[in-house]
Nanobody
Framework: QVQLVESGGGLVQPGGSLRLSCAAS????????MGWYRQAPGKQRELVAA???????NYADSVKGRFTISRDNAKNTVYLQMNSLKPEDTAVYYC??????????????WGQGTQVTVSS
């Protein structure tokens, strides 16, 4: 059992910034990767950014240069710093973790989602 706690969403004006946080806890042996997805109304869920256990990062083209993903391994927490936000960034953002559990099973967990709204 793994629990994810997300925070940091809200309403922001275009050009503003938000910082999302996601903390994982529970029966975790090893975290293989952590990341953020988003889903806008009428759209499929898409990868925004991801970071592997080795520190390698991957970003969607639409957010490159504006978003930064980072992690705190001691806290099993992943962050998404979002700068220069645009209305098209409006979506529900979901934390995602890929873990090896203490019973040695590879599993993927999702957070409950946090709403990010970019509007003037």
């Amino acid at each position: 059992q793994v629990q994810l706690v997300e925070s940091g969403g809200g309403l922001v004006q275009p050009g503003g910034s938000l910082r999302l946080s996601c903390a994982a806890s529970g029966s975790i042996f090893k975290i293989n990767a952590m990341g953020w997805y988003r889903q806008a109304p009428g759209k499929q869920r898409e990868l925004v950014a991801a970071i592997t256990s080795g520190g390698s990062t991957n970003y969607a083209d639409s957010v490159k240069g504006r978003f930064t993903i980072s992690r705190d391994n001691a806290k099993n927490t992943v962050y998404l710093q979002m700068n220069s936000l645009k209305p098209e960034d409006t979506a529900v953002y979901y934390c995602n973790v890929a873990v090896l559990t203490v019973v040695f099973r590879n599993q993927v967990y999702w957070g409950q989602g946090t709403q990010v709204t970019v509007s003037s």
